[in-house]
């Protein structure tokens, strides 16, 4: 179980995030979406430790990891990716891929885990990480990452920015599955409806706040009449 | 040549020498071992020290291993080796110098290499450099390296000097016929005082020649590391140059390609980055369960790979 106590983030005295507190279960899949500027990228940002709350706890199974580094939190289960993919001069798709299994690594298990993100192994394990891949391909690759990772909570911002051609819904299919395999928990950002129509909950952020927190049913009102119609009309578009 | 030889060895060549195998090994500047065939002959050359080797045409996929072994403390050696491949030959040379020196005189090795390539014919060429021992700043091993690509002929080059190597000064000189390739990557990683120079001048003298030279290295501590390379299209013509380093700590990198089109049919262009290891890197590499430093060495090993 993760769960956020009491989180504020401050900058130069302004919030940004103000006493969120968020439980989530094991296997659930929660989704995270709100306008601009709401504090979402930061929310997911301090449960990875890429950002130290001002106050609050981070808790992993009752564990306070607030503390805790990126990669210890890594290593307890928690993984990350990012909205614009990192590139790597000389690392290779394998590489990555063999970081992501902690070197517990076979070409069949990278072949599996491209496979899944729709990639043909031959073509990617032996590219390098680099700006010769579109930006769907490195998507792609984060996801294939996280998906290795196998983490207990995957945590994904915005998983849909800079996918051009590759069909939405394979995107939404590889959510199914790790829902529906129950290995993992998913916090995603995204302002995506077909997201919203298999998240277990969602969660509605606006200036640093919890505005709606539950299923897609007790915040559609909310949705219909607030900007994040808007918003998501303009992404789904 | 003892176990420690070969161990050193083994460093430069990446497997054990084959007694069967086509070879020159020199040790403290003397050959120590050498095997040729009826179709790649090597001799020693009369006027100075160094070999001379004759690929002949019917030559198809076969290794020569040329290294060079460096253990007498202080010593100063200098070698002239020539490579000459018939037309049509397709031959793999595996060289490398390695020194080993524990006292304060500096061991210096200076290799001279001439390559006069025949008509269609194939050659690559790996080269290793690498030091050891107790005391920095006592391993010197510096190259010259000339090349004639002759028409329709190709060389790849790929030259890496990666760890105890404290002075170098390397310099590269290439003229390519008609439709000559030439392909070098050179890696090279710098620490503590080490410094390195790294000297081309590639001449596109024959029509539709092509090079393309990639240079990538890693400078740590207080080491400094200066590229300097000059590509002249003479001809219709193409030529890339592509400087890549990561710096790191004190130390100091300098890159300075210089592309000359003498023939408006000269297509060359350089790219030259000097940079740090970036923070994203880094933080992507932690949110797989890596620490800092083996982030750190993960990404060196594959810019270097």
Known sequence: ?237 | MNNEDKDILFNILNEEIDDNSVHNIRKNGKTISRNDSDEIKIISKKDKQGIEIFVKSSVKNQTIQVPVLLTTEGFNDTVYNDYNIEANAEVTIVAGCAIHNDCEITSIHSGVHKFNIGKNAKVRYIEKHYGCGQVDSNKVINTDTIINLSESSSLTIETVQISGVDKSLRNTVAVLEMNSVLEISEKLMTASNDEVISNYKIDLKGMNSKVNLISRSIAKSNSSQNFVSELVGNNKSFGHIECDAIIMDNAKVSSTPKIVAKNVEAELTHEAAIGKISGEQILKLETLGLTKEEAEAEIIKGFMK
């Open chain 1, 1 to 237: 179980m993760l769960e956020l106590k009491d989180i504020c983030y401050k900058i130069d005295n302004k919030d940004i995030l103000k006493d969120i507190n968020i439980v989530i279960k094991s296997h659930e899949f929660v989704l995270i979406t709100g306008p601009n500027g709401s504090g979402k990228s930061t929310l997911v940002k301090i449960i990875m430790g890429l950002i130290k709350p001002t106050s609050g706890k981070v808790l992993l199974d009752g564990v306070d990891i607030t503390d805790k580094r990126v990669y210890e939190r890594a290593r307890l289960g928690i993984t990350f990716t990012f909205q614009t993919p990192v590139i790597f001069k000389g690392l290779t798709v394998r590489d990555l891929l063999c970081i992501s299994r902690d070197y517990y690594y076979d070409d069949y298990v990278g072949r599996e885990l491209l496979k899944k993100v729709g990639l043909c192994a031959q073509e990617y394990l032996d590219r390098e990480v680099n700006n010769s891949l579109s930006g769907g391909e490195l998507k792609r690759i984060e996801l294939a990452c996280a998906l290795g990772k196998q983490g207990k909570y995957m945590l994904f911002d915005e998983p849909e920015a800079g996918i051009d051609l590759w069909s939405f819904e394979d995107l939404t299919n590889i959510f199914k599955d790790v829902k529906k395999s129950k290995c993992s928990g998913l916090v995603v950002i995204s302002h995506q409806e077909k997201l919203f129509n298999i998240a277990d909950k969602i969660i509605v952020l606006e200036n640093g706040s919890i505005i709606e927190f539950g299923n897609k049913n007790k915040i559609n009102k909310y949705l219909k009449n607030s900007k994040c119609e808007k918003c998501m009309r303009d992404n789904n578009e």
